[in-house]
Protein backbone atom coordinates (compact mmCIF):
# COMPACT_ATOMS: atom_id res chain seq x y z
CA UNK A 1 0.00 0.00 0.00
CA UNK A 2 1.21 3.58 -1.35
CA UNK A 3 2.21 5.96 1.98
CA UNK A 4 -0.23 8.31 0.03
CA UNK A 5 -2.81 5.54 0.22
CA UNK A 6 -2.47 4.89 3.91
CA UNK A 7 -2.11 8.27 4.75
CA UNK A 8 -5.70 9.01 2.89
CA UNK A 9 -6.94 5.77 5.05
CA UNK A 10 -5.79 6.59 8.00
CA UNK A 11 -7.16 10.45 7.80
CA UNK A 12 -10.72 9.31 6.49
CA UNK A 13 -10.79 7.19 9.63
CA UNK A 14 -10.22 9.69 12.35
CA UNK A 15 -12.27 12.01 10.17
CA UNK A 16 -15.17 9.61 10.43
CA UNK A 17 -14.82 8.81 13.65
CA UNK A 18 -14.85 11.97 14.85
CA UNK A 19 -17.88 13.31 12.67
CA UNK A 20 -19.82 10.00 13.67
CA UNK A 21 -19.42 10.92 17.97
CA UNK A 22 -21.18 14.36 17.17
CA UNK A 23 -24.54 12.27 16.09
CA UNK A 24 -24.61 11.18 19.95
CA UNK A 25 -23.60 12.96 23.19
CA UNK A 26 -22.29 10.28 24.59
CA UNK A 27 -20.37 8.38 22.03
CA UNK A 28 -18.89 12.17 21.76
CA UNK A 29 -18.01 11.78 25.44
CA UNK A 30 -16.58 8.30 25.23
CA UNK A 31 -14.63 9.23 22.10
CA UNK A 32 -12.80 12.32 22.79
CA UNK A 33 -12.07 11.14 26.62
CA UNK A 34 -9.67 7.82 24.32
CA UNK A 35 -8.54 10.44 21.96
CA UNK A 36 -7.40 13.05 25.08
CA UNK A 37 -6.18 9.92 26.69
CA UNK A 38 -3.96 8.63 23.96
CA UNK A 39 -2.49 12.25 22.92
CA UNK A 40 -1.63 12.68 26.97
CA UNK A 41 0.16 9.26 26.65
CA UNK A 42 1.85 10.51 23.74
CA UNK A 43 2.82 13.89 25.53
CA UNK A 44 3.90 12.31 28.83
CA UNK A 45 6.49 10.59 26.12
CA UNK A 46 7.59 13.45 24.35
CA UNK A 47 8.27 14.90 27.98
CA UNK A 48 9.68 12.07 29.40
CA UNK A 49 7.47 11.82 31.94
CA UNK A 50 6.57 8.77 33.72
CA UNK A 51 4.04 9.05 36.62
CA UNK A 52 0.18 8.01 37.02
CA UNK A 53 -0.71 11.25 38.04
CA UNK A 54 -1.14 13.02 34.86
CA UNK A 55 -3.43 10.22 33.69
CA UNK A 56 -5.52 10.76 37.34
CA UNK A 57 -5.87 14.40 36.86
CA UNK A 58 -6.86 14.35 33.36
CA UNK A 59 -9.73 11.55 34.20
CA UNK A 60 -10.72 13.51 36.57
CA UNK A 61 -11.04 16.55 35.31
CA UNK A 62 -12.96 15.12 32.02
CA UNK A 63 -15.31 13.12 34.40
CA UNK A 64 -15.96 16.07 36.22
CA UNK A 65 -16.93 18.67 33.79
CA UNK A 66 -18.34 15.47 30.89
CA UNK A 67 -20.76 14.12 33.57
CA UNK A 68 -21.72 17.02 35.48
CA UNK A 69 -22.73 18.74 31.85
CA UNK A 70 -23.92 15.67 29.71
CA UNK A 71 -25.19 13.53 32.41
CA UNK A 72 -26.51 15.44 35.33
CA UNK A 73 -27.66 18.65 32.85
CA UNK A 74 -26.70 21.15 34.99
CA UNK A 75 -23.98 23.56 35.00
CA UNK A 76 -24.66 24.33 38.66
CA UNK A 77 -21.52 24.92 40.23
CA UNK A 78 -19.42 24.66 37.52
CA UNK A 79 -19.10 28.61 35.84
CA UNK A 80 -16.60 29.35 39.03
CA UNK A 81 -14.97 26.27 38.56
CA UNK A 82 -14.77 26.76 34.39
CA UNK A 83 -13.50 30.43 34.85
CA UNK A 84 -10.56 29.26 37.22
CA UNK A 85 -9.73 26.79 35.04
CA UNK A 86 -9.86 29.15 32.22
CA UNK A 87 -7.67 31.89 33.66
CA UNK A 88 -5.01 29.21 34.60
CA UNK A 89 -5.00 27.64 31.72
CA UNK A 90 -4.74 30.73 29.31
CA UNK A 91 -1.91 32.13 31.44
CA UNK A 92 0.08 29.13 31.30
CA UNK A 93 -0.82 28.80 27.57
CA UNK A 94 0.59 32.82 27.08
CA UNK A 95 4.21 31.27 29.02
CA UNK A 96 4.13 28.95 26.04
CA UNK A 97 3.73 31.58 23.89
CA UNK A 98 6.59 33.92 25.52
CA UNK A 99 8.76 30.09 25.39
CA UNK A 100 8.22 30.18 21.12
CA UNK A 101 9.74 33.22 20.87
CA UNK A 102 12.42 32.37 23.30
CA UNK A 103 15.63 30.90 22.09
CA UNK A 104 15.71 28.77 25.42
CA UNK A 105 13.89 25.56 25.65
CA UNK A 106 10.19 25.02 26.63
CA UNK A 107 10.67 24.32 30.55
CA UNK A 108 10.54 20.50 31.91
CA UNK A 109 11.82 20.36 35.02
CA UNK A 110 8.99 17.91 37.11
CA UNK A 111 6.82 20.66 38.97
CA UNK A 112 6.76 22.30 35.37
CA UNK A 113 5.44 19.27 33.69
CA UNK A 114 2.84 18.61 36.03
CA UNK A 115 1.33 22.03 34.77
CA UNK A 116 1.81 21.33 31.64
CA UNK A 117 0.22 17.86 31.21
CA UNK A 118 -3.15 19.76 33.66
CA UNK A 119 -3.19 22.99 31.83
CA UNK A 120 -1.66 22.70 28.56
CA UNK A 121 -3.21 18.88 27.19
CA UNK A 122 -5.82 18.28 30.04
CA UNK A 123 -7.71 21.38 30.01
CA UNK A 124 -7.62 21.86 26.23
CA UNK A 125 -9.95 18.40 25.85
CA UNK A 126 -11.98 20.02 29.00
CA UNK A 127 -12.92 22.79 27.14
CA UNK A 128 -13.87 20.90 23.87
CA UNK A 129 -16.38 19.54 26.05
CA UNK A 130 -17.68 22.54 26.93
CA UNK A 131 -17.57 24.16 23.63
CA UNK A 132 -19.89 21.21 22.08
CA UNK A 133 -22.22 22.59 25.47
CA UNK A 134 -22.00 26.23 24.75
CA UNK A 135 -25.91 26.45 25.22
CA UNK A 136 -26.10 24.26 28.02
CA UNK A 137 -27.18 21.64 25.59
CA UNK A 138 -25.28 19.39 23.34
CA UNK A 139 -24.57 21.11 20.34
CA UNK A 140 -21.90 19.56 17.56
CA UNK A 141 -22.23 22.41 15.27
CA UNK A 142 -19.68 24.54 17.26
CA UNK A 143 -17.28 22.08 17.68
CA UNK A 144 -17.77 20.77 13.78
CA UNK A 145 -17.18 24.07 12.68
CA UNK A 146 -14.10 24.69 14.61
CA UNK A 147 -12.53 21.67 13.80
CA UNK A 148 -13.43 22.52 9.63
CA UNK A 149 -11.82 25.55 10.78
CA UNK A 150 -8.69 24.24 11.50
CA UNK A 151 -8.75 21.72 8.59
CA UNK A 152 -9.26 24.43 5.93
CA UNK A 153 -6.58 26.49 7.44
CA UNK A 154 -4.15 23.58 7.58
CA UNK A 155 -4.76 22.24 4.43
CA UNK A 156 -4.37 26.06 2.64
CA UNK A 157 -1.48 26.99 4.51
CA UNK A 158 0.28 24.01 3.59
CA UNK A 159 -0.50 24.54 -0.46
CA UNK A 160 -0.13 27.93 -0.32
CA UNK A 161 3.52 27.64 1.92
CA UNK A 162 4.41 25.15 -0.52
CA UNK A 163 3.62 26.77 -3.66
CA UNK A 164 4.13 30.92 -2.66
CA UNK A 165 6.50 30.52 0.38
CA UNK A 166 9.35 32.52 0.83
CA UNK A 167 9.60 33.94 4.15
CA UNK A 168 9.62 31.10 6.81
CA UNK A 169 7.50 32.18 9.97
CA UNK A 170 9.53 30.16 12.66
CA UNK A 171 12.71 28.45 10.86
CA UNK A 172 14.20 27.35 14.01
CA UNK A 173 11.27 24.99 14.96
CA UNK A 174 9.51 24.24 11.96
CA UNK A 175 11.19 25.11 8.80
CA UNK A 176 8.41 24.58 6.28
CA UNK A 177 5.99 26.40 8.04
CA UNK A 178 5.99 30.24 6.32
CA UNK A 179 4.61 33.60 6.38
CA UNK A 180 2.93 33.08 3.08
CA UNK A 181 1.22 29.90 4.37
CA UNK A 182 0.04 31.51 7.37
CA UNK A 183 -1.60 34.27 5.50
CA UNK A 184 -3.24 31.55 2.93
CA UNK A 185 -4.81 29.19 5.73
CA UNK A 186 -6.23 32.25 7.26
CA UNK A 187 -7.73 33.72 4.52
CA UNK A 188 -9.07 30.47 3.24
CA UNK A 189 -10.21 29.48 6.98
CA UNK A 190 -12.24 33.06 7.16
CA UNK A 191 -13.97 32.36 3.64
CA UNK A 192 -14.99 29.23 4.87
CA UNK A 193 -16.68 30.64 7.98
CA UNK A 194 -19.20 32.18 5.38
CA UNK A 195 -20.13 28.68 4.85
CA UNK A 196 -19.94 27.38 7.88
CA UNK A 197 -22.70 29.96 9.13
CA UNK A 198 -25.29 29.47 6.02
CA UNK A 199 -24.84 25.64 6.89
CA UNK A 200 -25.16 25.63 10.68
CA UNK A 201 -27.71 28.59 11.20
CA UNK A 202 -26.30 28.89 14.53
CA UNK A 203 -23.79 32.04 15.12
CA UNK A 204 -23.74 35.44 12.76
CA UNK A 205 -21.46 35.37 10.12
CA UNK A 206 -19.19 38.25 12.13
CA UNK A 207 -19.26 36.05 14.70
CA UNK A 208 -18.19 32.97 12.36
CA UNK A 209 -15.54 34.84 11.15
CA UNK A 210 -14.02 36.22 14.49
CA UNK A 211 -13.72 32.39 15.24
CA UNK A 212 -12.00 31.75 12.15
CA UNK A 213 -9.46 34.31 12.85
CA UNK A 214 -9.10 32.91 16.52
CA UNK A 215 -8.79 29.42 15.26
CA UNK A 216 -5.96 30.34 12.36
CA UNK A 217 -3.96 32.19 15.31
CA UNK A 218 -3.77 30.17 18.25
CA UNK A 219 -4.53 26.79 16.16
CA UNK A 220 -1.21 27.67 14.43
CA UNK A 221 0.71 28.77 17.28
CA UNK A 222 -0.60 25.42 19.31
CA UNK A 223 0.89 23.38 16.04
CA UNK A 224 4.18 25.86 16.87
CA UNK A 225 4.40 24.96 20.31
CA UNK A 226 3.72 21.01 19.55
CA UNK A 227 6.58 20.77 17.26
CA UNK A 228 9.05 22.90 19.66
CA UNK A 229 8.55 19.98 22.46
CA UNK A 230 8.84 17.35 19.41
CA UNK A 231 12.12 19.08 18.62
CA UNK A 232 13.13 18.88 22.23
CA UNK A 233 12.66 15.81 21.98
CA UNK A 234 14.27 14.80 18.80
CA UNK A 235 11.03 12.99 17.07
CA UNK A 236 9.58 13.89 14.10
CA UNK A 237 5.93 12.92 15.17
CA UNK A 238 4.12 12.22 18.40
CA UNK A 239 3.28 8.96 17.82
CA UNK A 240 2.74 6.29 15.28
CA UNK A 241 -0.99 5.85 15.83
CA UNK A 242 -1.87 7.20 13.12
CA UNK A 243 -0.06 5.73 9.48
CA UNK A 244 0.88 8.14 7.12
CA UNK A 245 0.17 11.08 9.91
CA UNK A 246 2.64 10.28 13.17
CA UNK A 247 0.29 10.60 16.51
CA UNK A 248 -2.57 11.78 17.59
CA UNK A 249 -1.31 14.50 18.89
CA UNK A 250 -0.14 16.15 15.26
CA UNK A 251 -4.17 16.08 14.40
CA UNK A 252 -5.08 17.87 17.77
CA UNK A 253 -2.30 20.17 18.65
CA UNK A 254 -4.06 23.15 17.14
CA UNK A 255 -7.70 22.05 18.47
CA UNK A 256 -6.51 21.66 22.31
CA UNK A 257 -4.08 24.96 22.38
CA UNK A 258 -7.02 27.05 20.22
CA UNK A 259 -10.31 25.26 22.24
CA UNK A 260 -9.94 27.67 25.69
CA UNK A 261 -10.10 30.96 23.47
CA UNK A 262 -12.77 29.46 21.43
CA UNK A 263 -14.89 28.85 24.40
CA UNK A 264 -13.90 32.50 26.11
CA UNK A 265 -15.14 33.93 22.66
CA UNK A 266 -18.53 31.83 22.79
CA UNK A 267 -18.88 32.77 26.30
CA UNK A 268 -18.47 36.44 25.91
CA UNK A 269 -21.18 36.30 22.85
CA UNK A 270 -23.53 34.97 25.77
CA UNK A 271 -22.93 37.15 28.20
CA UNK A 272 -23.91 40.56 25.60
CA UNK A 273 -26.33 38.74 23.98
Request: aromatic share 18%; hydrophobic share 50%.
Amino acid sequence: MSETLTRALSGFLYISLLIASLLNQHAFIVLFFVFGFICLIEFCKLIQLKSIFPYIIFTVLYLIFGYWLFVMKSEKGLNEATQILQVITIFVQLILIKDLFSEKTIPLFSSKRFIITTFYLSSGFVFLVLIANHNGSFTPEYILGSFVLVWINDTFAYLVGKNFGKQKLFPRISPKKTVEGFLGGLFFATIASYFIYIFTNTLTFTNWLILSIIVSVFGTLGDLIESKFKRQAQVKDSGVIMPGHGGLLDRFDSMIFAAPFIYLFLRFLKYVS
